[in-house]
């Protein structure tokens, strides 16, 4: 069968798909954004977690037909998302644009070249990245280490601070308990998440004060 | 491989505290950027055109003669390119092992445990290949079943190899046995009469599952030199290698491997999975390969902890002096040796814990059964030690009538302490200390959960569940400490090597870095760079794939990395800083007396002398020459235990780490919540604190998982695994674990890189037996098994 739907602001169309396929395969195998993880494909890690017309589902759990004519934001689409909502004064729909050519400059290439490594300063490795606050802030507080549940988590952290932007710890517990990580024990996470909501209180101090 | 090694004396330097971005500071991951935007590649995201999807069949039965395999309608099925089976095997090499050579590549005669690969298919479809692989018609004849130590070695017991003629065959009791380690020092009989009070115990410990995020997948593509380039995540490339090129027919050099993603690994991906199998089809097809196992494959794809049986007896004196120790460990390795062997040494020789016990009678074993094959994870024997010897020491404690934590400081072991081995702990051993830090943070406030808007019920035990606002709720405390072992011990030659490039690009001195350490998620990368700008004085690091055009780094396990091969980039650095001073000293030597004469660093980009004084720009030493070197680094060696007494000096370094554990316990429903675990421990030296901070919080979480939620379960009747998915294995989420405070110590050990000590492990320990404490303080039950499950504290298992 034949999907179209929007990914990251852009229409896309699928073909030859089957119908047993899921939203997480057509993304990863099929557009080239295989950012959205594939730990369980069963719903319980919360890896794949993306928007579906902005609300965040688990991609391994939608039938690749369920999303036709709806819009998608992946991890991919992440920053350009929060820089679309920043700007726009909130973007709840998930249909804040990213051109496809930058969709797809993320596919995976085997022959990838080397790491270059930061200094330490903010930002790390790529200095023409332009990252939402929550993806900087989870890469300033350590929350990264083999990253395979960072962009699910992601998803749902950005997604709980666009609603809830001064969250306690125990918001931050609830609204991330669907997302598993096994290496950091979630301190960092929690940290990180935090620093994204002071960080976003600050900004908007400031521009409050303008 | 064009390297080049090189002998020479580095000149006397104080290097490296002026660099930013240097060892002590907690720079950043280099590969941050690419993790939080989706773009970082990891081994299931490889892609390539014209791939096929490769898919294994696997045993639905543990033991079993394989009557006949039919291939004949999946290979009848439209896409499907490739069916193989062990008889399509290529060299007369079929089996792999990372000690003894004993897993078939695929199945031949007989399966030995549920979910052994039997047959591999490859097509254009990963469902195609799915549905073709169900087409496969096997027949078995189920073989009786060895499931435990009693059935593993009744008389006349079904033998799980036959025919062994591996190096532990001539030393251990029964065919059905791995391997046997007994340490015997002192004479425990005759000190057992001088105890006044003597515990006993039986512990059981559960399988645990590494349950790293990132599936066991890769991609393997068929070269036209005919042979092939593997895409994989892996702890080490080198030994994967060591493994594959033989039963695929090729020399090394043929099977070239370079490391993708790796979601976490934790010992899981320490054996072969899924590599052999895509090379086999990649060179059948002619076509590049991908396979992703999928949750409930991963599960029968790796190997697990092994579960163990452990027997204590404890004596002291009266004021609580330990008198001697007796145990018995008893492993169940599963149906394949995998890590066995050496699990089997680490749970001998640090079966005492860290205390001082002069007279001991130990013994570990592993078992071959028919169970799912067990070897490498996180603490690696040491862990079901520390759960049973930390549960002696509360026994003990309370039968003493003492503080538990002042009878384990009583007994402490110190630097100069001797183990059980003979061997000196010839290093810092703050046991003590370390129990004191956790012991003095103040307790978390009572009834936290209570406020005046009512109970916060995710606070409580049950959660979001609502099944208590405070009733039946009781608090309990409990303490643990461990030691495990940094390195691999025994007599094994655990070297690394790192090849470390300098030179000027765009206007600015860089120094790459490439080694073939596998960054599995722990930050070796990280490390790698803050050393190089430490020795080199640089600011730009490249760190390079890890691949194997580079010699070993050995495995990213035993905690060993950023001592070994953080060890072998220190080491490369120093030789490559100490020819970049040669060039300076033949180019403009004749203009400073300094050159010759003085102290020389790398700082800043600049050749600079003991007192500061500038001589020049790294930029104008090299020009455009680019200095090189790549060099192999080894620690300390160590020597083999004596097989009947266990007596060696094994191991090369000890961690230490000490946990409180403050639980809340639903006791009429059996939810534990565990409200705080604190943490103290000595690294030796924090290379990059923010790191440090995040191993020791992921370890601890781990052994709170074997605490209370998670474990394989496989039924004893027909040794299948009964909850192979993350419905049905749970670990920890964010609700379930707690605060984590941390007291991060630094005596340095003089013998290691920058006196750093290998911190990965120790803190899965001692966290497990800190949480059990707690809940026993809480409920006043035995609770002689992990993980507790609610029926244990209901009263109704």
Known sequence: MRVNFTVNGRQQEADDVWEGESLLYVLRERMGLPGSKNACEQGECGSCTVRLDGVPVCACLVAAGQVEGREVVTVEGLADFAKQRAEHGGCASGACGTPLQEAQRWRADPAKGAMDSGTGEVGGGNPDATLSPIQQAFIDAGAVQCGFCTPGLLIAADEMLEHNPQPTDADIREALSGNLCRCTGYEKILDAVRLAAARQDRQGLQEGAV | ?797
Not at chain 2, 73 to 98: F, H, I
Not at chain 2, 298 to 309: I, L, T, W
Not at chain 2, 547 to 561: F, H, K, L, P
């Open chain 2, 1 to 797: 491989m064009g390297s080049t090694r090189t002998t020479g004396v580095p000149t006397k330097l104080t290097q490296g505290s002026q660099t930013k971005g240097g060892i002590g500071e907690s720079t950043l991951r280099p590969d941050g950027t690419l993790k939080v935007t989706g773009e970082f590649a990891y081994s299931s995201d490889m892609w390539h055109e014209d791939m096929l999807w490769g898919q294994t069949l696997r045993s639905t039965v543990a033991h079993a003669e394989i009557v006949s395999i039919d291939t004949s309608e999946a290979l009848a099925q439209s896409g499907v390119y490739a069916v193989l089976t062990y008889d399509d095997l290529p060299a007369e090499m079929k089996k792999y092992g990372l000690e003894l050579q004993d897993t078939p590549v695929l199945a031949h005669g007989k399966v030995r445990h549920h979910g052994e690969p039997v047959a591999l298919v490859a097509a254009d479809h990963p469902e195609t290949a799915r549905r073709a692989a169900a087409k496969i018609k096997i027949e078995y004849r189920e073989l009786p079943l060895v499931t435990d130590e009693a059935s593993a070695t009744a008389p006349g017991a079904v033998l799980v190899h036959e025919g062994r003629d591996d190096e532990y065959i001539k030393h251990v009791p029964h065919p059905n046995i791995v391997h046997r380690q007994p340490i015997i020092r002192g004479d425990a009989d005759e000190a057992a009469k001088k105890a006044d009070v003597v515990v006993r115990g039986e512990y059981t410990f559960g399988m645990q599952d590494q349950a790293f995020l990132g599936p066991e997948s890769g991609l393997a593509v068929p070269a036209e030199d005919g042979g092939v380039d593997l895409y994989v995540a892996t702890q080490w490339l080198h030994s994967d290698l060591e493994q594959i090129a033989p039963v695929l027919g090729l020399p090394e050099e043929k099977v070239r491997m370079t490391l993708s993603g790796v979601g976490g690994a934790f010992g899981g991906r320490e054996d072969i999975s899924m590599q052999i199998h895509a090379c086999l089809l990649a060179l059948r097809t002619g076509k590049p390969v991908k396979i992703v196992y999928n949750r409930f494959e991963s599960f029968f794809g790796h190997v697990h902890r092994h579960p163990a049986k452990l027997y204590y007896e404890h004596g002291a004196t009266r004021d609580g002096k330990l008198t001697h120790m007796r145990c018995r460990i008893v492993l169940d390795g599963g149906a394949y040796a995998s890590a066995s062997p050496a699990v089997v040494g680490n749970a001998s020789s640090l079966s005492v814990g860290p205390y001082v016990i002069d007279d001991v009678d130990i013994e570990a074993i592993a078992l071959y059964t028919n169970n799912p094959p067990c070897g490498a994870m996180r603490g690696f024997g040491a862990v079901q030690a520390c759960f049973a010897y930390e549960a002696q020491m509360d026994k003990l404690a309370a039968k003493l009538g003492m503080d538990p934590v002042e009878l384990r400081q009583l007994n402490a072991m110190e630097q100069g302490t001797l183990l059980p081995t003979g061997q000196v702990v010839d290093s810092p051993a703050p046991v003590a200390e370390i129990l004191r830090r956790v012991k003095s943070r103040p307790l978390p406030p009572e009834r936290q959960w209570e406020s005046s808007e009512g109970a916060d019920v995710r606070q409580l035990p049950g959660g979001l569940s609502n099944t208590t606002h405070g009733e039946g709720v009781v608090r309990g405390v409990g303490y643990a400490v461990g030691i495990k072992n940094v390195g691999f011990s025994e007599g094994f030659d655990d070297y690394s090597t790192a090849k470390v490039r300098m030179e000027v690009i765009n206007g600015e001195p860089v120094a790459t870095v490439h080694t073939a350490m596998a960054e599995v998620g722990q930050g070796g990368v990280t490390v790698h760079a803050q050393i190089a700008r430490t020795e080199l004085g640089v600011t730009q690091v490249t760190i390079h794939p890890a691949d194997t055009q580079v010699g070993s780094a050995g495995s990213s396990s035993a905690s060993r990395q950023t001592y070994v091969t953080g060890g072998a980039v220190k080491n490369s650095c120093e030789l490559v800083r100490e020819k970049v001073l040669e060039l300076g000293r033949r180019k403009f030597g004749t203009y400073h007396p300094a050159w010759a004469t003085a102290e020389l660093r790398l700082e800043g980009g600049k050749v600079v002398t003991d007192g500061g004084e500038v001589l020049g720009d790294l930029v104008d030493v090299l020009e455009d020459e680019s200095v090189e070197v790549e060099a192999e680094w080894r620690h300390r060696p160590t020597e083999p235990f004596d097989l009947r007494t266990g007596q060696g000096n094994g191991h090369v370094q000890y961690s230490f780490a000490a946990h409180r554990a403050v639980v809340e316990v639903d006791t009429e429903l059996g939810l534990v919540k565990v409200i705080e675990l604190a943490c103290a421990q000595d690294v030796g030296k924090a290379l990059n604190p923010l790191s440090v901070l995040g191993q020791i919080q992921g370890g601890t979480t781990q052994g709170l998982g074997v605490a209370v939620m998670e474990e394989i379960i496989v039924d004893p009747k027909t040794a299948k695994v009964k909850n192979p998915s993350f419905t049905d294995y749970l670990i920890p989420t964010i609700l379930d674990t707690p605060t984590i405070p941390v007291d991060v110590l630094e005596l340095a050990d003089e013998h290691a890189p920058y006196g750093l000590r290998g911190i990965g492990e120790a803190p899965t320990l001692s966290s497990t037996p800190a949480v059990l404490a707690a809940i026993r303080n809480a409920t006043g039950l035995e609770l002689n098994r992990t993980p507790v499950r609610p029926e244990h504290l209901t009263g109704t298992a």
